[in-house]
């Protein structure tokens, strides 16, 4: 038994004022490169405190740019508020158009104009009951509905919203005092806004906002006008070494000729990487470089940094000139997204690309890292071989190659792998799920929200601890036979 005097109980909290620090890490000790070296989420803890579902994707390159930009379309056309360009067909078109209309963007609630196009006098609306059982070769004249509800031109979007509902059509078009088409209003676009009310919109137009991204090479730039003209909101230049020629004189080039456009630049893992961008334009950061899962580039190329430190290092200079910044890779469940909240996932889920397939007993879906040979390979005739011949016809035009500055080289070098990851599901039930995920965190942690924790992390309120290896195999599961 210890000799000491037992102290009073209810002047625990005063005592703590003996302490010269508080418990645990201020995040400037933690992540002190001169003490620790760099740090991967796995290698801290933060402390149990003291006290459509919003986001955005972003469509990836390695695809034509006619095809990327269908995409971009689809994107806008996917949630609206007045359609102003609307699929439009003629009385003369036949039933087989608005089937291959139907195939390609995945509705058939067509408007029919005299012209077939936005202007012409409004005749009727042609949908899919009207063309049900119908043969192919009918013409439109013969199946449009003529008995039409529509709004006038100079219609509120909320007038007009209240008009289609109580209408209980599918489509409301919106007429100048000629009965001219000038625009579109579709039911499914209600049930959109109440069935996914935090989906990032443009509050102007309610169109869901578009990201795509694009490489640094000087085809690229006629691939983003495509994606301008589609009406892109955000572009994400892609490239493993954000911090080259190519990647500063693409943004300072976007930035003038398209000024309306938000660029997020990357990657970077370094504040000095992050200040020559910041200083040529850039509306956003992402940082990672050889963090991700099926990526190698710190083990091929003794490149990189882990993650934990590169998202601090970034971050906390960023910051001061409002530029956000995105954690690319390294995260691989609830727990490292709070961490790199703190400071400063979707593979295998149903809309993710690739087809599902099982492997050993398990329900998997493909997933491809860009520096991989497989990505690489993508669109040469032969794929059958790891180390490959340049085209003598020139470079191929393939995003994982311009990604890694390596068109033209005739050895191709992986940095990256290829695999497979367990079915998530679909990113409907995944992404509340790591919402709820979030919120038992951050209560465990004592804050109440994201700002509060970063305003914590800043105050040294909210602590961190250093976990050894041995720390790492205790904080998981172990000691089960099965």
């Known amino acids: 038994m210890s000799s000491l005097p037992i102290l009073d109980p209810s002047t625990a909290l005063e005592h703590l004022v003996f302490y010269k620090r508080g418990d645990g890490l201020a995040v400037s000790e933690l992540i002190d490169s001169t003490v620790n070296g760099g740090l991967t989420y796995n290698d801290?803890?933060?402390?149990?405190?003291?006290?459509?579902?919003?986001?955005?994707?972003?469509?990836?390159?390695?695809?034509?740019?006619?095809?990327?930009?269908?995409?971009?379309?689809?994107?806008?056309?996917?949630?609206?508020?007045?359609?102003?360009?609307?699929?439009?067909?003629?009385?003369?078109?036949?039933?087989?158009?608005?089937?291959?209309?139907?195939?390609?963007?995945?509705?058939?609630?067509?408007?029919?104009?005299?012209?077939?196009?936005?202007?012409?006098?409004?005749?009727?609306?042609?949908?899919?009951?009207?063309?049900?059982?119908?043969?192919?070769?009918?013409?439109?004249?013969?199946?449009?509905?003529?008995?039409?509800?529509?709004?006038?031109?100079?219609?509120?979007?909320?007038?007009?919203?209240?008009?289609?509902?109580?209408?209980?059509?599918?489509?409301?078009?919106?007429?100048?005092?000629?009965?001219?088409?000038?625009?579109?209003?579709?039911?499914?676009?209600?049930?959109?806004?109440?069935?996914?009310?935090?989906?990032?919109?443009?509050?102007?137009?309610?169109?869901?906002?578009?990201?795509?991204?694009?490489?640094?090479?000087?085809?690229?730039?006629?691939?983003?006008?495509?994606?301008?003209?589609?009406?892109?909101?955000?572009?994400?230049?892609?490239?493993?070494?954000?911090?080259?020629?190519?990647?500063?004189?693409?943004?300072?080039?976007?930035?003038?000729?398209?000024?309306?456009?938000?660029?997020?630049?990357?990657?970077?893992?370094?504040?000095?990487?992050?200040?020559?961008?910041?200083?040529?334009?850039?509306?956003?950061?992402?940082?990672?470089?050889?963090?991700?899962?099926?990526?190698?580039?710190?083990?091929?190329?003794?490149?990189?940094?882990?993650?934990?430190?590169?998202?601090?290092?970034?971050?906390?200079?960023?910051?001061?000139?409002?530029?956000?910044?995105?954690?690319d890779g390294g995260i691989s469940n609830v727990g490292h997204v709070v961490k790199a909240l703190a400071l400063g996932l979707l593979a295998g889920t149903t809309e993710a690309p690739g087809e599902y397939f099982y492997h050993e007993g398990k329900r998997v879906k493909a997933y491809r890292g860009m520096g991989s040979i497989e990505a690489m390979e993508q669109g040469k005739p032969s794929v059958s071989k790891t180390v490959t011949t340049a085209s003598k016809t020139g470079p191929i035009d393939n995003a994982a190659t311009s990604r890694y500055f390596s068109e033209s080289s005739a050895v191709k070098v992986a940095q990256g792998v290829s695999g497979d990851v367990q079915d998530k599901g679909s990113i409907h039930a995944f992404l509340p799920y790591l919402h709820a995920g979030l919120q038992h965190s951050l209560q465990d942690i004592g804050v109440k929200n994201v700002a509060a924790l970063q305003a914590g992390v800043e105050s040294k309120n909210v602590r961190f601890e250093l976990r050894t290896a041995s720390a790492q195999v205790e904080g998981g599961v172990h000691g089960l036979n099965s």
Not at 64 to 88: C, L, W, Y
Not at 95 to 119: H, S, Y
Not at 148 to 162: D, H, I, Y
Request: glycine content about 10%; some cysteine.
């Open 44 to 327: 801290f803890l933060i402390l149990p405190g003291n006290a459509l579902l919003g986001g955005i994707g972003v469509i990836h390159h390695n695809q034509s740019a006619k095809e990327q930009a269908e995409m971009v379309r689809a994107v806008k056309r996917h949630e609206n508020g007045f359609i102003t360009d609307p699929v439009v067909l003629s009385p003369k078109h036949i039933a087989a158009d608005v089937l291959d209309v139907k195939a390609r963007l995945g509705f058939c609630g067509i408007p029919i104009t005299d012209t077939g196009a936005v202007g012409g006098k409004l005749l009727g609306i042609v949908t899919g009951r009207d063309i049900q059982f119908q043969s192919p070769n009918t013409p439109l004249s013969e199946l449009m509905t003529t008995t039409l509800v529509t709004a006038p031109e100079g219609v509120t979007l909320v007038e007009a919203n209240t008009i289609l509902r109580d209408s209980k059509k599918g489509k409301l078009p919106i007429v100048d005092s000629s009965g001219r088409l000038v625009s579109l209003l579709a039911r499914s676009d209600l049930l959109k806004n109440q069935n996914f009310p935090l989906a990032s919109k443009r509050p102007e137009t309610k169109q869901l906002y578009a990201a795509a991204a694009i490489g640094t090479r000087p085809a690229d730039r006629d691939r983003l006008d495509l994606l301008v003209k589609a009406g892109l909101d955000i572009v994400v230049l892609d490239s493993s070494q954000g911090n080259s020629i190519f990647q500063i004189d693409m943004l300072r080039w976007i930035k003038k000729t398209y000024p309306q456009l938000e660029v997020i630049a990357g990657n970077v893992v370094t504040r000095e990487q992050a200040a020559t961008l910041i200083h040529a334009g850039a509306d956003g950061l992402r940082v990672g470089m050889g963090s991700g899962s099926i990526c190698i580039t710190q083990e091929v190329m003794a490149v990189g940094r882990p993650q934990a430190t590169a998202v601090y290092a970034v971050s906390e200079f960023a910051r001061k000139f409002g530029v956000p910044v995105i954690a």
